[in-house]
């Protein structure tokens, strides 16, 4: 057996949002199998301070530090003709690095995280190539472009017409392209011109139970000792749809439920809070948190998790580990995507607004009710999305199980 490369958009430590959580576990799970040698991006003084921690796990590894700019970005990227999302990520050292690393090591496998990184698979190289694309990222510029107005629109259009046809290349490129859910899975072989042939897989997230165990996590104190109810969004809070998620709870799902229990605090939690975000702070009991050492006593603080977003892609990590730690979760239809747990029983569904703060409203009212279903979406996380059961086809899907996935499996 030979050695395995693996490419990520971003360094898979720490594992504290939602692709690296996904990147990480990845890549423990292959350190597991074959060596392994690991090219990646930082872009924080933490990203690059995690070096350390991929030596352990990484035969040899190049953690390049990106700072472009995205308005650069965006110029290089239209006098080319390509994605932002691929010139942001172009780096001549990291490729050097692939090009030494290829021709010195024994590499039968290239597995790359991210379509951002499938840029860097040389033509020549005549391995097994894995590609987890995790979710069709063409589909969401497509949704944002519907969202707005003007030349963003058109930016965003452009962005998922050339992202489709990337996306496309490394499917015919791949012996196989991952996605976190049959729904991507679909979703994608219904945009590819030619999908006969296409080998595309789901490979669903986990969540590390033991870590997020509620018996194990004391609810924070700055929380837990004010009155509330207390209501929680997690999430990267300078990423869109998470963005317009609390937007929209603060506007129009929290003054429904301020009129029942004025007393109802707001909770948002995670790094990189914009402007927008941070002016929500003060209104209704808003609070921004920004980022934090550890998400799980805020979980553990909170009567309700809400997580109301309008465009998800692929799973959720922020439900599961909401579900993980016994929370009763209120979301939407989109947030629930891939998720195959029972509304009304795991966690509550709500179709619009209305229905998302009568769902809430039910749940803060029946406290019994609320604390069954947090104990029932443990106990469903547990048994369903534990990393071990999640990655059980890995081995397989890198040529290391009885039984190799290969392009013919697509026929």
Known sequence: MGEILFLAHRVPFPPNRGDKIRSHHLLRALAALAPVHVGCFGETVEDMAADSALADLARSRCVVHRAKPLARAGIEAIANNRPVSLTAF???????????????????????????MGQYVPDGFRGRVIIDLCDVDSAKFEAYAHDHRGPRAALYRREARLL??????????????????EAEVELL?????????????????????LLYDPARIAPHAAIAGVAGPHLMFTGQMDYPPNIAAVERFVAHILPTIHAHHPGAQFHIVGRAPTARVRDLAGEMGVTVWGSVPDIRPFIAAADLVVAPLAIARGVQNKVLEAMAMARPVVLSGEAATGITACDGEHFAIGRDDAALAARALALLQDKDGARRMGQAARRF??????????????????GRGDSPVTRRDAA
């Open 164 to 181: 489709a046809r990337e996306e496309a290349r490394l499917v015919r490129r791949a012996d196989a392209a991952l996605l976190v859910t």
């Open 90 to 116: 172009a780096s001549g050292r990291l490729r050097d690095w692939i090009d030494l690393t290829l021709a010195m090591r024994p590499i039968d496998t290239v597995f790359v995280f991210s379509g951002q």
């Open 189 to 209: 072989r219904a945009r590819l011109p030619d999908p006969v042939g296409a080998n595309v897989l789901a490979l669903g997230n986990g969540i590390d139970t």
């Open 381 to 398: 996380v547990v048994e369903r999305h534990g990393w071990d059961a999640m990655l059980a086809p890995l081995a397989r899907l890198v």
